[in-house]
């Protein structure tokens, strides 16, 4: 899959969400990245790393990064629009400030 391509269906995930998270994503931006960097690793442990919602990253603002190359590994792949759907909104539970245990409680995800 081309990068364009994934960011077309992220495009149309976001299209596609309620309209009440358009206010938070358009203040925290989503960036693709191919793979976690060592940090991010380090940070949260082992590889796959889809996704992770960070705040205080390189002076940047808080953000979502996408790490395109362990989602196309994901088992659940064959499905990208509903995985990348699943991730970005397990990511917005992060701003939030709920963690990955409550996020899959009370969405199974
Ligand atoms: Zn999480």
């Given at each position: 899959?081309?990068?364009?391509?994934?960011?077309?269906?992220?495009?149309?995930?976001?299209?596609?969400?309620?309209?009440?998270?358009?206010?938070?994503?358009?203040?925290?931006?989503?960036?693709?990245?191919?793979?976690?960097?060592?940090?991010?690793?380090?940070?949260?442990?082992?590889?796959?790393i889809y996704a992770a919602f960070l705040t205080m990253d390189r002076n940047c603002v808080p953000h979502i990064r996408l790490y395109k190359d362990d989602i196309l590994n994901h088992p659940k792949a064959y499905n990208m629009k509903k995985l990348l759907r699943d991730i970005i909104l397990h990511e917005v539970g992060h701003i939030y400030g709920l963690s990955c245990e409550c996020i899959s409680m009370r969405f199974g995800k």
């Open positions: 899959m081309t990068d364009k391509e994934f960011t077309r269906i992220i495009s149309d995930v976001l299209d596609a969400l309620y309209p009440e998270l358009h206010f938070v994503l358009e203040r925290v931006p989503i960036i693709v990245d191919t793979y976690a960097d060592d940090s991010v690793v380090n940070a949260f442990g082992n590889r796959p």
